[in-house]
């Protein structure tokens, strides 16, 4: 292939969609959890940074609780975020998969790639936002960030009964398995033929362009791209917080 028949690099123009429109049912009563405060700022907004932290990203795409859309304006508005970043809020939906898909709705024409990055990730490093989007433009129409596990995963015949015991099925080997993170990145039109054509329940964005029988590949996540889910992960937000200032200096 000739340098003149492959799309250009640096003509393709990347968007991140962030789903933030989750209530965070596992964190416990309070705010919508991306409005939810990590050392003072709430964690769409570290989420939005670390989006428009790459170079590459010049619009993101926040998707906000269905009656919150307002307030998440006036939040973006109220803190410094860079200039060569564009911001859209639209409301969510129900599932994860549904706000996905109407931030996929509010993109501008011209957007060849879209990372898909959950607000509840706030403290992605960009060396792992430029690594997908990197993988992507090299050809990949689906990348995902991931690490290998430190606990050995069983599959079992889940109990109806919240705390009965439960039969192992299966101990797939652990070295094989890989937890995956976001932000995700595509292909734009790839992942808007999967959200058009998957209508199941999918707990990420990837097994869809998966179910299209498409290749999807994995490059290494971060430690520091966890999700924020339950209580003790805002302690641990806090301290990676803490510590990234004193090694910043601040
Ligand atoms: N999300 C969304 N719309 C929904 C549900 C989830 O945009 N209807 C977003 C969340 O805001 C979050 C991301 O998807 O940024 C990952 O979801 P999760 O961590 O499960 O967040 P919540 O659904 O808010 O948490 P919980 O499941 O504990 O209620
Ligand atoms: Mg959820």
Known sequence: MSDDSRPSLSGSRTAAVIPAAGRGVRLGPGAPKALRALNGTPMLIHA???????????????VAPPDGAAEVKTLLDAHALPERTDFLVVPGGDSRQESVKYGLDALPPGIDIVLVHDAARP????????????AVREGAPAVVPALPLADTVKEVEPAAVAGAPEPVVATPERARLRAVQTPQGFDRATLVRAHETVTDNVTDDASMVEQLGLRVVVVPGHEEAFKVTRPLDLVLAEAVLARRRLNDGF
């Open 123 to 134: 403290l992605v490093p960009v060396d792992t936002v430029d690594a997908v989007i990197e």
């Open 48 to 62: 939005v940074r670390a989006m428009a932290a790459s170079r590459a990203v010049s619009l993101v795409v926040v």
